[in-house]
């Protein structure tokens, strides 16, 4: 009898803590496919070694922005055409996660089990994005050199106030005279940025470019390709980097992970999953 009782007592129990969580709205989160990004995402947040790597490489170009301003044949755009050597010198950087931090955004994702572009233009609004380590002191010693410098991004142009304010709150040069910050959507302008580096370069001679996307330095098109194929760009233009091109590293997103994808993001988040662990190589 008392077993009976007890048994009564736990379907009760049970009973009332779904109807509790029925009323509260109360749903687990599946984060399982963000929280495959977890480690990229405290790689940047935490360690040394990424904020070191984004020192080096902005210490780099700076010893290489004295060298190309010397040479008035140096240029870094591929766009780059016709006599340019008289031209007024300029460098073209993009922005998110090469000017401005935005691990937070993606420590959130996590956090909330959700994926771009939930929440993009929220944070973004929010203009509180800190620098990427060791691009100030880049920056600001382009600018005394009389260096005009362009902010060349694919943040939609929706978030233009709010990404001028971020930048000139973190007292990063920002000539309003040049519209040095160009958006997506802007002008028409879509997500390959060669339109805009086009254009600059019909004013400026473009001495060096700094992005963490490969197309901040070359075509949509050319970039759109297999994982294999990307690796063999990063072989084609060795000239470039470290001289005239700097990459920094992103582990967090990018293009990279839509070749994984073969270019074609998945409807499911099974789907993602599953080709993320057919393109690891155990070899």
Known sequence: MKSLNMKKILIICVIACLGM???????????????????????????????????QTYKTATLNLDIALKDNNWTAALEQKGNFQEKPAAIILD????????????A????????????????????????????????????????SIFYVTNRVVELKEATKDNLIKLDLPFDQSINPLMMKGENGWGSDKTSRRELISKDYRIILMA???ITDFISLDEST??????????????????????????PMYGKWEGAIYNNIYPSSQEKAKELRFQALDPK
């Open 95 to 106: 922005v998110d996660e090469t000017v401005l931090d935005n691990s937070a955004f993606q």
């Open 225 to 250: 390709v297999s994982t294999q194929q990307r690796l063999e760009l990063s072989n084609k233009y060795r000239d470039e980097w470290g001289t005239k091109w700097f990459m920094i590293t992103n």
């Open 108 to 147: 959130r994702a996590i956090i909330n089990g959700t994926s771009y572009p939930t929440g993009w233009i929220e944070w973004g609004n929010e203009a509180n994005a800190p620098a990427v380590a060791g691009v100030k002191e880049f920056l600001n010693y382009a600018d005394s050199k009389g260096v």
């Open 21 to 55: 969580q029925s009323c509260t709205g109360v749903e687990e989160i599946d984060r399982s496919l963000q929280d495959q990004s977890m480690l990229a995402v405290l790689f940047a947040q935490t360690s040394p070694e990424y904020a070191a790597n984004n020192i």
């Open 211 to 213: 992005g963490d996307q």
